[in-house]
């Protein structure tokens, strides 16, 4: 049987691995799944089955059209993007008023502020975001449209530095391609959307008033996932100290 391939798609982008499943009803002739079952997806064929572990262990696909089930997409997960964020302010001097010379927050005050800037964020939200936060303003209608529910702007403190989160819901998986589209549309709404506004804010503190930057022009500003940033995986040959493990003293190799 011959299934048209944009229909295909479209149905495994609106019901990806994990979704559960309610039974109505089975035709199976011999061995039937008894209806109001559950079950989960493990995949959708070629030619349109869906296969699926029912909590009962049994692993009897269905066929649209032939068995009566209900679908339930799954849950959204939390997907986190990290940014290096800085901090900026300016100073009163003895007379109250704000110095002219901007300056750069160090790291460990940075991160001592970090409640106060996540509450700046808060309020900087809009209620038409409620829902989908700034994914309202995504204007393509591809995969990562579907997948991601909703991104929000928000701020954690790891390895004693401050850094901007992008938190998103998620529902199934991105592939790399579709990443790297999200990661260009946060860029973008870290340094010419969401970001630019909120950095013309000021947050004020008990010595001046504090600017915080979601992005930055530094070449060592980049977006990524938090096993990108924090937990990389080390690529044999992509750095040759690091390959070479014999051990050394003195000049010496050892062994």
């Known amino acids: 049987m011959k299934i048209d391939q944009n229909w295909l798609k479209f149905i495994r982008e609106q019901y990806p691995q994990g979704s559960r499943i309610r039974l109505r009803e089975m035709r199976d002739p011999y061995n039937p799944v008894e209806p109001g079952t559950m079950g989960t997806l493990n995949f959708i064929d070629d030619i349109g089955t869906f296969h699926y572990t029912w909590d009962n262990g049994?692993?009897?696909?269905?066929?649209?059209?032939?068995?009566?089930?209900?679908?339930?997409?799954?849950?959204?997960t939390l997907l986190k993007l990290y940014m290096p964020m800085t901090v900026t302010y300016y100073e009163r001097n003895e007379y109250g008023d704000l110095e002219n010379d901007e300056l750069t927050m160090d790291d460990r005050t940075a991160t001592s502020y970090a409640n106060t800037i996540a509450g700046a964020i808060l309020l900087e939200r809009r209620p038409e975001e409620a829902e989908r936060g700034l994914m309202k303003y995504y204007s393509e209608h591809d995969g990562v449209e579907q997948k991601v529910r909703s991104f929000q702007f928000a701020v954690e403190t790891r390895d004693g530095k401050l850094w901007g989160v992008a938190e998103c819901r998620v529902v199934g998986t991105l592939t790399p391609e579709e990443l790297s589209v999200?990661?260009?549309?946060?860029?973008?709404?870290?340094?010419?959307?969401?970001?630019e506004g909120f950095?013309?804010?000021?947050?004020?503190?008990s010595d001046g008033e504090m600017y915080a930057h979601l992005w930055s022009c530094n070449n060592n500003w980049s977006i990524q996932t938090e096993q990108e940033q924090f937990s990389p995986v080390h690529v044999p040959g992509s750095d040759p100290k690091a390959d070479d493990q014999t051990p050394q003293m003195g000049g010496m190799t050892l062994g």
Request: proline share 8%; aromatic share 10%; glycine share 12%.
């Open 58 to 76: 049994r692993t009897l696909g269905l066929v649209m059209g032939e068995d009566s089930f209900s679908v339930l997409p799954p849950e959204p």
């Open 182 to 195: 999200l990661k260009d549309y946060m860029s973008g709404q870290a340094s010419d959307g969401f970001g």
């Open 199 to 205: 950095e013309q804010h000021a947050i004020k503190f």
